[in-house]
């Protein structure tokens, strides 16, 4: 799994690091909130360990900007770890909250219940895994096929696997640059006019008025979303 640390104390995150790595883990470091943001749009990670207090972005901001776009698992680990610091964390979205100082076993506890729990909510059923349903969308992924409502839609082979890994991902923002490393498989000959051509041809095939999208949503300033099409943008 590929883990985030978002942790400003240098010695902390290569304790977390020698932690977590020996158990097979990919590991991800960031010094500063900031970082972790651009860490979290490019790399989407399996789990968070976020620190609190950190230069530029502190912890519970990061965190609430977190829970607009992604629901991947927070755990907290904070020296504040009074009541009213840990309420507020969970209150946030924090899935677990862990008080410094704390034991190297503990920590790795905690980091594998958090996957697990992951595991049992992202594997759903065989069946239900070939096919993707979000609002009146019904993406056939065996047949590679769509259809909105009761008419099918032809797509290209690029738009298809790009939607497919959208839908797969519903609510989660990806960078433009993100999304032509998972589709077109190249992060290094990155193509910006693909990407919105692409975009452009899918809103065209999916959406009742292209210009207000309802399910390929643009999240300014980070990238794209694949929403439920339920509130009109």
């Known amino acids: 799994m590929k883990l985030l640390i978002a942790e400003d104390e240098a ?30 749009l490019n790399h989407q ?27 991947v698992p927070v755990i907290i680990v904070s020296a504040r770890g009074e009541e009213m610091d840990k309420l507020l964390g969970l209150g946030l979205g924090a899935d677990d909250y862990l008080p410094k100082p704390f034991s190297p076993a503990e920590l790795a506890a905690r980091v594998e219940a958090q996957l697990r729990r992951r595991l049992v909510y992202d594997c759903p059923p065989a069946a239900q895994r070939d096919r993707i349903q979000i609002g009146e969308l019904l993406l056939d992924t065996k047949a590679c096929t769509l259809h909105i409502g009761e008419h099918s839609v032809p797509l290209l082979a690029k738009e298809y696997k790009l939607l497919e890994w959208l839908m797969r991902n519903p609510e989660r923002v990806f960078t433009r640059k993100k999304l032509y490393a998972e589709v077109w498989e190249d992060e290094y000959c990155y193509d910006d006019n693909t990407i919105m051509v692409t975009i452009s041809r899918l809103r065209s095939k999916l959406e009742a008025d292209p210009r207000n999208p309802r399910y390929l949503v643009t999240v300014r300033g980070l990238g794209y979303k694949f929403s439920d099409g339920s509130i009109a943008r």
């Open 11 to 40: 010695d902390i995150r290569r304790l977390m690091r020698d932690t977590l790595e020996p158990r097979g883990h990919v590991v991800l470091e960031a010094k500063d909130g900031v970082a972790a943001l651009e860490l979290v």
């Open 45 to 71: 990670p399996d789990l968070i360990l976020l620190d609190v207090v950190m230069p530029r972005l502190d912890g519970f901001n990061l965190l609430r900007k977190l829970r607009k776009i992604s629901h």
